[in-house]
């Protein structure tokens, strides 16, 4: 079975995005080259999928298609799933893209059975809050950025009970921000 990696920016106190999860809240990722540059080469060396959701990816693709650099590089080549419940959704602005339409959770078990690499999700907040919740995620890779927003939206919210994590590594970078890699553990009552 293939190993599902969350990757996503994450506040200190926990939150991908702020109150209304619109990109203006992102505002709080501190831009650092060395954390993606490692990162691109994690993805390259790990992963063979990215999944995404409907809005992340159009956000997504209006970015990284306009960017040059290795990260770029290697989420423009890697084939993408897009999670949406709109069958008619259009994926092609996006090339190696397709759509997976209907219950996302159900198609992401799917997914994981199919020979391959690990795959890895990146968003939206209420994608990774369905797949966090359905007990889908093999390893949460967190970019914490220096920031307190003190609300907001958060992947963990519909957590049912506590779940442990195994801290994989950890390193610091020039911006302030901390790569956290946890491996999950299994749920406690």
């Known amino acids: 079975m293939r190993s599902l990696i969350v990757s996503c920016n994450v506040t200190v106190d926990g939150y991908m995005a702020g109150p209304h999860d619109d990109l203006a809240s992102l505002d709080f990722i501190a ?6 540059n ?7 060396s790990t992963a063979d999928t990215i999944l995404v959701g409907r809005q992340t990816f159009l956000d997504m693709e209006a970015y990284w298609t306009k960017v040059d650099s290795p990260m770029a590089d290697w ?3 890697t084939p993408k799933v897009v999670l949406t419940n709109d069958d008619g959704f259009d994926v092609s602005i996006w090339p190696n893209s397709r759509l997976a339409a209907g219950d ?9 059975e199919v020979d391959g690499a690990a795959i890895v999700a990146f968003g939206g907040v209420k994608t ?8 889908l995620v093999d390893e949460y890779w967190l970019k914490v950025s220096p920031v307190v927003l003190g609300r907001g939206s958060s ?20 911006s302030g921000s901390v790569e956290a890699l946890y491996a999950t ?5």
Not at 128 to 135: C, N
């Open 104 to 112: 996302g959770v159900d198609r992401v078990r799917r997914l994981k």
């Open 185 to 189: 553990g299994g749920v406690r009552p």
């Open 155 to 174: 992947m963990f919210a519909d957590l049912a009970a506590r779940q442990d994590l195994t801290l994989r590594s950890a390193k610091s970078y020039p």
């Open 31 to 36: 831009d650092d080259p060395e954390l993606e």
């Open 38 to 44: 490692d990162l691109a080469e994690r993805f390259r």
């Open 75 to 77: 989420l423009n080549a």
């Open 128 to 135: 990774l809050r369905g797949l966090a919740a359905a007990g």
